[in-house]
């Protein structure tokens, strides 16, 4: 709680400084390559026959997703509170590479955890955070994936609290977490808002964006709440059915609960065990979802729906082939939602689709699913 | 009924056991819970199994797991407390959990349900008392001692707030980090128990990496009881079925002087 309340408190005075938020904003720019392009897929829109279709470019900042903004923030917070050595946890590897990066930048030691089950399914990131400088460490316990690579973090941070600061990679865990994450990544709708208008001289019908722990749905939503006209539309992962075990939505299965520092809808069995999870896209693979997203869920303001691994994986090939883009197994699971929709919306709808990070990190898995060696192979 | 730490004469610190239920099953559990209370363990903290338990070390984890594998449930859990109930009146019972099985089961059913066992007290590791309204209200409702952690990263406006509505006795956690054995007992330790005394006239227990008769020895210099976790799971975990009682009996018996050398 003391470390909890210290975070808190030290988030309150970097908001209130200036020179804090300027230092972001220069980085930003600077160094991560805000503001990203808000872009009209012209042959996306014409193919599916239906709304208008922009993409919301993350997968154009440095590291490839939209994990670096939150990193920058709190790799400064972090700075700021005079801690040097920095954890953190990471699924599909995308917020591990990023921390890497940002404790590199300022020199800061960086330890990642990280389940052996996606370490292997995201060798890329792995090798990228050594190469970054950071200690990769694997963790076999539970399911091997993120939710136990957080407890791990969790674990170090609690016994090495007064040297160590956890830089939480979703809109998850204990407050203040949630409320820092998301204040971090709003930058994503603060600019698609003012972007939208410039283009379009209105607001968007939707917003479509994946949900994992929620970070990149929450920035791509959280500057439209007000605009109630403005649908908000979460999409989790299917996985392979809707049994479970075979999926990640825990909007459509979970129910309230308490896992690991935080009371939101947690998939589980009936004897309160957190379930084991499943989807093709590791950053979606995780049993309970930001609080913030399920007050947005209980009070209607956000829809939640899912996409299946297949549904995904489709969605990949045709983004690739039809724009030129390559999303990130999660941000697929956005455009599938966004390829079933669009069709049934009249043409002067416009739909703002977040493409939260680019898929080479993925390419072993889309390689295999997609039987893309060929017979010269 | 109350927990008590002075039944015995040679009862100085107090002893309190930590059990994973269900590992490596349930009457095996209920063998050992019994051995360990006539061997001197003065309270029994049932432990609920739990898929994902971000407090404990490898030794407990391991041991949850392997609980949770067998299907052991929070309902298990409270059938043998009534059974031990039963069986040892003068033990104290503590049901020790993480929330979500207790959430999932249902507050003020699991407390009901922990009265008619005959449960004593109730330590939800992830329950914090700047949340705990509710939790407090039901538990005294049905007449439970809410037993919190305290830590040693706690400033003092914290473990003021915790000696308030503590009830049965304190735990207080002997150093920053989670469940599993050390060779010595941190500085900390000593610190955080003086500074629960000055808001405390309940019994303050001491836990977190006490292994041996030397840790308990210190322990009793400025504690009123020592919880020990791992060490006792780690025995069991290497034990066979029919050899874990016994060998717990001998560990909890060695752990504090034998009446002939007691000063």
Same mark, same amino acid.
């Given at each position: ?13 970097a ?15 600077d ?23 922009y ?9 490839g997703? #939209? ?9 400064l917070?972090a ?53 970054l ?34 830089l ?34 209105r607001l ?10 929620g ?31 075979d ?19 947690v998939?589980?069995?009936?004897a ?6 499943h ?8 049993a309970?979802v ?6 947005? #869920? ?34 697929? #699971? ?32 889309l ?7 060929g017979?010269?192979? | ?17 930590y059990?994973?239920v ?31 338990p ?18 052991t ?5 409270l059938t043998?407390?009534a ?38 007290g109730v330590l939800i590791?992830?329950m914090?008392v ?17 037993i919190?952690l ?5 400033p ?22 989670i ?42 210099g ?13 025995i069991?975990?290497?034990?066979t ?22 000063r």
């Open positions: 709680m003391a470390a909890l309340e210290e975070l808190e408190q030290a988030y309150a005075q908001q209130a400084d200036p020179s804090f938020q300027a230092e972001l904003d220069s980085l930003l720019r160094y991560v390559g805000r503001p990203t392009p808000l872009y009209f897929a012209a042959r996306l829109t014409e193919k599916l026959g239906g709304a208008k279709i993409l919301k470019r993350e997968d154009l900042l440095h590291t997703a #939209h994990k670096i903004n939150n990193c920058i923030g709190q790799g917070l700075r700021r509170m005079g801690k040097k050595r920095i954890i953190a946890e990471t699924g599909a590897g995308q917020h591990g590479v990023a921390t890497a990066t940002v404790c590199a930048l300022l020199g800061l030691e960086c330890v990642v955890y990280m389940g052996s089950e996606d370490m292997a399914r995201q060798e890329l990131n792995v090798y990228r955070m050594r190469l400088g950071a200690e990769v460490r694997g963790v076999d316990s539970g399911s091997r994936t993120l939710k136990d690579a957080i407890n791990e973090a969790m674990r170090d941070w609690v016994t090495n609290v007064r040297t160590t600061y956890y939480l990679g979703s809109a998850l865990g204990s407050h203040p977490y949630p409320t820092i994450v998301r204040d971090f990544q709003r930058v994503i709708s603060r600019e698609s808002r003012q972007q939208i208008l410039e283009k379009e001289g968007p019908n939707a917003i479509i964006a994946c949900v994992g722990g970070s990149n749905a929450i920035g791509a939503f959280y500057e439209f709440i007000p605009d109630k006209e403005v649908c908000l539309i979460g999409v989790e992962a299917g996985g392979r059915g809707p049994k479970l075990g999926h990640a939505a825990r909007f459509n299965g979970g129910i309230p609960g308490v896992l690991q520092g935080t009371y939101s809808y998939l589980q069995d009936e309160g065990q957190i379930a084991l999870t989807s093709v896209s590791a950053g979606l693979d995780y309970s930001g609080p913030e997203h399920a007050m947005l #869920h209980d009070s209607g303001r956000a829809t939640y729906t899912s996409a299946t691994d297949q549904a995904a994986l489709e969605a990949t090939v045709t983004l690739s082939r039809t724009e030129g883009i390559l999303p990130a197994l999660e941000s697929a #699971h956005a455009v599938a939602e966004c390829i079933r929709l669009a069709p049934t919306l009249p043409q002067h709808d416009i739909l703002i689709v977040n493409i939260s990070g680019r898929g080479d990190k993925d390419m072993g898995i390689c295999r699913e997609l039987k893309l060696k017979a010269a192979d | 009924m109350p927990i008590r730490f002075d039944s015995r004469p040679d009862s100085k610190p107090g002893l309190v056991a059990l994973t269900g590992d490596p099953d349930l009457p095996t559990t209920r063998a050992i819970a019994l051995a360990a209370i006539d061997a001197g363990a003065d309270v029994l903290e049932l432990g609920v199994p739990f898929s994902d971000l407090a404990d070390g490898p030794v407990i984890q391991r041991a949850s797991q392997r609980a949770v594998e067998k299907g449930t929070l309902s298990d859990v043998l407390a059974d031990l109930r039963r069986e040892r009146p003068q033990a104290g019972l503590i049901i020790f959990s993480y929330f979500n099985p207790v959430l999932r089961y249902g507050l003020e059913r699991f407390c009901a349900a922990a009265k008619e066992a005959g449960v004593d590791t992830d914090i700047e949340e705990a309204d509710e939790y407090l209200a039901l538990l005294r409702r049905y007449q439970l001692a809410p919190f305290a830590a040693p990263t706690s003092d406006e914290r473990l003021k707030r915790i000696a308030q509505v503590s009830q049965g006795f304190v735990y207080a956690i002997s150093r920053t980090g469940t599993g054995t050390r060779t010595q007992i941190a500085d900390d330790a000593e610190q955080l128990v003086t500074r629960l005394r000055k808001f405390t006239q309940l019994p303050i227990a001491l836990g977190f990496g006490i292994s041996n008769a030397d840790h308990v020895a210190t322990v009793a400025f504690a009123d009881a020592a919880v020990i976790g791992s060490a006792i799971v780690a069991i975990e290497n034990s079925r029919e050899e874990a009682p016994s060998s717990i009996a001998r560990f909890i018996e060695g752990l504090r002087p034998s009446p002939a050398l007691a």
